[in-house]
């Protein structure tokens, strides 16, 4: 699976299986109603995810509630997307070289997130940041 770059996973259960991380060309990622899992952590362990990648998509992912603390480390990611993901709570270490940011339906990011709220400061040096 030297060149997959795109890939969409629907209805990944608890965990993200490790067969994502021999995708060495992988470009965009989406993983979509996926009400079950609770973390991404196994994709960041020892920087498995490729260097390749520029577009992570959580769409429908209900049990989430953050975002690896070392999701820095995800150096070429340029795009995220977290649209229903109601029990999302943090962004903390998003990569510096991500350029944009779209949160839709995420009722406690925009919270603490949107219009300047109290958390602000982690996503601010973000140039495109969207909440609807």
């Not at 795009?79 to 949160?103: D, G, K, V």
Request: hydrophobic fraction near 35%; include cysteine.
């Amino acid at each position: 699976m030297q060149s997959l770059h795109t890939l969409h996973i629907d209805s990944v259960a608890t965990h993200m299986d490790p067969f994502l991380l021999s995708l060495q060309a992988l470009r965009v990622l989406i993983i979509e109603d996926s009400e079950e899992l609770n973390s991404l952590d196994v994709l960041l362990e020892s920087d498995h995810l490729p260097d390749t990648l520029e577009q992570l998509q959580l769409i429908n992912c209900n049990s989430i509630k953050s975002l690896p603390q070392n999701m820095d480390r995800v150096l070429g990611l340029e795009s995220l997307h977290l649209i229903n993901c109601p029990n999302m709570e943090s962004l903390t270490c998003l990569p510096n070289n991500l350029t944009e940011l779209r949160i839709s339906g995420c009722p406690i990011l925009k919270e603490k997130y949107g219009d300047y709220g109290p958390e602000w400061d982690n996503i601010s040096h973000v140039p495109y940041v969207s909440f609807d």
